[in-house]
């Protein structure tokens, strides 16, 4: 967008949805949950899940629009109320890939795990791992490592002097 024509310095007010960019108008669509079309030119709607955008679609968005839904986070381009799981919701409203050792997690580390991964299925010391270290097994839950009976140095049975 040009300012007014015959306005040799570009000192004309811009439109209301723009901003000065030396002599020239562009448009500030993002400041109004906009996005510029390519094609039109124009300003066009965010899906309302949206604040920012790059196109109409509910899976364009960059930024949620926090009146949309209580706790919205953004998960690859969508806004939702919760991130799936294998990611946690970060301190910008961003859901983040949790650890590889993590199927659920509350935060970035190996030690913020709330349920273990496929490939890491017991936990062990507050680690989930592959496999229960040397003189521990999973205890009945399966979930859990636990040390194996004080008379054994390994077992395949958590707490059981049979199972050494």
Same mark, same amino acid.
């Given at each position: 967008i040009d300012p007014t024509p015959g306005d040799p310095f #570009?000192? *004309?007010?811009c439109s209301p949805i723009a901003y000065r960019s030396g002599r020239v108008c562009k448009l500030a669509c993002e400041e109004y949950s906009m996005y510029l079309d390519s094609a039109s030119g124009?300003?066009?709607s965010c899906h309302l899940s949206c604040s920012t955008c790059t196109g109409p679609g509910a899976d364009e968005c960059l930024t949620c629009n926090p009146s949309f839904m209580e706790n919205v986070v953004l998960h690859e381009d969508s806004c939702d109320g919760a991130c799936p799981a294998g990611y946690y919701n970060n301190t910008q409203g961003r859901c983040t890939t949790c650890s590889s050792t993590c199927g659920e997690c509350w935060g970035p580390g190996h030690d913020d795990c709330i349920t273990c991964s496929e490939s890491h299925p017991v936990r062990s *010391? #507050?680690?989930c791992s592959a496999a229960c270290p040397v003189g521990e097994a999973p205890d009945a839950s399966g979930i859990n490592c636990a040390k194996c009976d004080p008379h054994c140095e390994t077992c395949s049975v958590a707490h059981d002097r049979l199972a050494c």
């Open positions: #570009g000192s *004309a007010d124009n300003c066009e *010391a #507050g680690l």
